[in-house]
């Protein structure tokens, strides 16, 4: 039980004895991971810490958390904002030995209060939002990923033309490892996919994976730290615009895109992001129904794991079979449309 | 008479929704009664309807994969299991979680057959068998569809 005199104990144990834990709070929603702000005095000052666990049973994405922890250490020296990285504990007693990594607090919040204002001001704030945003993955998809050490530990693709090859070939493997039914339909839908992978991409970028609205700490309209980095990986820069999360339809798409093109000094391909566009809703079939296991386990089971291991998968199983055999942009507008559903920021706003 | 089972989950959900629901601000609790409320609508289209869905697919799929193993051949063992098993059942009378064990072991012999006719592709007999696969595919989602949509279309959590 994580409560504030455990929080008291496992921060004096490693910060040393002046720490004394004033309040903490369980942020809103984390399912797969559970994300606690952590308030402090320490010598008369006062500190802010973000602690993140796994949830019982284990995340609703695959993926380590340490994983998520090497990308943002590896993060905090260069230009891309990130919150300062303390320290990962693989097996402490205060979770039980769920894993744990704690981040210094930013000033800022996920929320941008007045963002779907009525009028002609804040339809351009949203375009200048739109492209703080382009700027932020431009810094990112730039990084020398040798130099910076993403090379030692994250998947690489031989080449910018394997990019969609391994994540295909990745994600399958992660298919057959954790899907708890044999969703036959969705293998015939990767098998459709497949004939359709790029087979170009402006380079090799370290890719956020899920970005955009309600991902990241934003503070007067600026990108202070790019949060949540569980599905970060190496390929297409198109790929994280397929995953950008309301920010191309926040203001002008095509302005946007053109912004971050020249802030990156290459080109985003329309027909790649069309196909990473539908690729995405397979990709959320195994991200999501790996969250189902510790429910049908009997590790976890609560109600957004039953929701969103089988309704949502079940839900994209569907939104599959609309889409499969068709002509991808045809596709990617079928997604596009589906997008516009009320669990949208934008959408959701009213 | 007794209320059916749909009668009475709409009941727990009328229940919540005019008595729990306006009481909570608590976001978590709000985000539970969220889940449960999309749980029910979930139950009240599935609890009448599963059973006959899943006869109707399950005698679908004996069709289909006597046929697939006679122009594939056999040998998988969860297509020789179905079609040990699946017959039997559907002649009696089998209970819902009968037929979705016997279920979950079709579309297990589809899944293979559909990679050993990816793998084939092109050859004689092959592309006919995955044509066959791919529209009851399609015809399962649509019997299954209601369960699911709109009805997880929505806030996630």
């Known amino acids: 039980m994580i409560d504030q005199q455990s929080l008291q104990a496992y921060f004096n144990a490693h910060m040393g004895g002046d720490v004394t834990v004033t309040k903490f709070k369980r942020t809103f929603p984390g399912i797969s991971r559970e994300t606690f702000l952590v308030w402090t005095e320490e010598g008369g000052a006062e500190g802010g810490y973000v602690f993140r666990t796994d949830a019982l049973g284990g995340p609703i994405c695959p993926v380590p958390l340490e994983y998520e922890y090497r990308i943002i250490a590896g993060l905090f020296p260069t230009a891309v904002p990130v919150a300062e990285p303390l320290w990962f504990d693989a097996t402490p007693a205060i979770t039980d030995g769920r894993p744990v990594m704690v981040r210094r607090m930013v000033d800022g919040s996920n929320d941008i209060p007045g963002l779907y204002d009525e009028g002609a001001d804040a339809a351009a704030r949203r375009q200048r939002i739109a492209f703080e945003h382009a700027e932020r993955l431009a810094a990112l998809h730039t990084l020398d990923l040798a130099a910076t050490g993403f090379t030692d530990f994250v998947e690489m693709p031989a080449s910018a033309a394997g990019c969609a090859r391994d994540d295909f070939d990745r994600w399958m493997r992660i298919f057959e490892d954790v899907r708890t039914d044999p969703f036959p339909l969705v293998t015939e839908a990767a098998f459709w996919l497949e004939e359709h992978l790029p087979t170009s991409a402006p380079r090799v970028s370290l890719c956020k994976g899920n970005n955009g609205m309600g991902e990241e700490i934003w503070k007067d309209d600026r990108i202070v730290a790019l949060s949540d980095w569980e599905l970060a990986f190496a390929g297409d820069p198109a790929q994280d615009w397929a995953l950008s999360q309301g920010m191309l339809t926040l203001g002008d798409a095509e302005q946007t895109l053109r912004h971050y093109e020249q802030a990156a000094g290459f080109a985003i391909d329309r027909a790649s992001l069309d196909f990473y566009r539908v690729w995405e809703v397979w990709k959320a079939v195994p991200t999501l129904n790996n969250g189902l296991r510790p429910f049908l386990s009997g590790e976890n089971p609560r109600v957004p794991r039953l929701n969103l291991g089988f309704g949502r998968v079940k839900l994209f199983e569907q939104l599959l079979g609309m889409m499969i055999g068709k002509p991808i942009d045809e596709a990617a507008r079928i997604v596009a449309e589906w997008r516009k559903s009320p669990y949208r920021p934008e959408n959701a706003a009213a | ?157």
């Open chain 2, 1 to 157: 008479m007794m209320p059916t089972a749909t009668q009475m989950l709409a009941a727990v959900q009328l229940a919540l929704r005019e008595h729990v629901t306006p009481q909570i601000e608590d976001q978590w609790a709000q985000s539970a009664l969220r889940s449960v409320d999309v749980i029910l609508n979930h139950l009240q289209a599935r609890v009448p309807a599963e059973g006959p869905m899943l006869h109707q697919d399950t005698s679908e799929l004996v069709t289909l994969l006597t046929g697939a193993r006679e122009a594939l051949g056999g040998g998988d063992p969860a297509l020789e299991a179905f079609l040990a098993e699946a017959p039997a059942l559907l002649a009696g009378y089998a209970s819902v979680e009968d037929l979705q064990a016997i279920n979950h072991t079709g579309r297990e012999a589809v899944d293979v057959l559909l990679r050993a006719c990816h793998a084939q592709r092109g050859q004689a007999g092959v592309d006919a068998v995955h044509a066959g696969l791919r529209a009851y595919l399609l015809r399962h989602a649509e019997r299954e569809s209601g369960f699911f949509f709109p009805t997880y279309v929505g806030r996630p959590v």
